[in-house]
């Protein structure tokens, strides 16, 4: 069961946000989604990026040092690649933001979305803001050379969000999405373990279980492709994700 949902003080008058990009063989957008979230400015916020650069063999990881002087851009060099979840729990530990908002190095999600994603926290009516794909499509993902890729990856997420959803007794449409926004003090006396993508599960059950029940706010998104980059096994990684939710679910927090 969750617990009830926690109450937290106002936002300060001038907060910040911490923006968390893990990077990893990212060249083919590295630049372009950096140069962009760097120069976002946002009115009445005070921004922080933090880059978490995992090893990369592509160059990305040169790209991302072209921003070290940057005043408020830190850079976190990872050794080895040991996963997005990993590189996003790094970043965690180095965010000082009175929000946080977890944000990939391509072009699949829109940053003008930002301020709509703030709103609940400037208005301190949720702790916790989920960006929805969806829109008004039951498909998030459309391969115009990879339409089989497409639906096994549609199909997987109707299925895996119902499990969450009937689980958790919530109703939510994508539970999976990259903009997961949350106050920093929701993270307070838990900690994470998960290294791939079911770091997703870790956050989102043990915030949940936490009671802070997550709005969601439709944003735009623009899916890439296996060919285009895309890293999510369609083999290795949904087996992850059933022991996550098995394992995170009904574990103590």
């Known amino acids: ?9 106002p936002l300060p008058d001038r907060p910040k946000l911490s923006v968390i990009v ?18 976002k400015r946002i009115a009445g916020w005070e921004l922080e990026i933090i880059i978490v650069e995992s ?33 996003v729990r790094n970043g965690l530990g180095h965010a000082t933001g009175d929000v946080i908002l977890i944000q990939d190095a391509d072009l699949e999600y829109d940053l003008a979305d930002y301020e709509k994603l703030l709103v609940p926290f400037t208005a301190n009516t949720h702790t916790f803001v989920l960006g929805s794909r969806h829109g008004d499509s039951l498909f998030i993902r459309k391969f115009d050379e990879q339409v089989l890729h497409a ?57 949940v279980r936490k009671g802070h029940i997550p709005v969601e706010i439709p944003v735009k998104y623009t899916s890439r492709s296996f060919k285009e980059g895309k890293k999510v ?4 990684d949904p087996p992850n994700w059933l022991w996550a939710w098995a394992k995170y679910r009904f574990q103590r927090l």
């Open 55 to 87: 090893n990369s063999t592509d160059g990305t990881r040169e790209i991302v040092n072209t921003y070290a002087s940057l005043p408020h851009v830190r850079i976190i060099l990872e050794e080895r690649p040991r996963g997005k979840g990993h590189a």
């Open 1 to 9: 069961m969750s617990q009830p949902s926690p109450v937290f003080a």
């Open 233 to 236: 096994s369609m083999f290795r």
């Open 151 to 207: 639906f096994v990856l549609n199909a997987g997420h109707w299925f895996f969000t119902a499990l969450v959803d009937v689980s958790l007794g919530l109703t939510l449409r994508d539970p999976f999405t990259m903009y997961k926004v949350f106050r920093r003090e929701c993270l307070t006396g838990l900690t994470f373990e998960s290294n791939r993508f079911d770091f997703d599960w870790e956050l989102l059950i043990k915030l």
């Open 22 to 39: 893990p990077a990893f063989n990212e060249r083919g957008t590295a630049r372009v989604a950096l140069d962009a979230i760097t120069a």
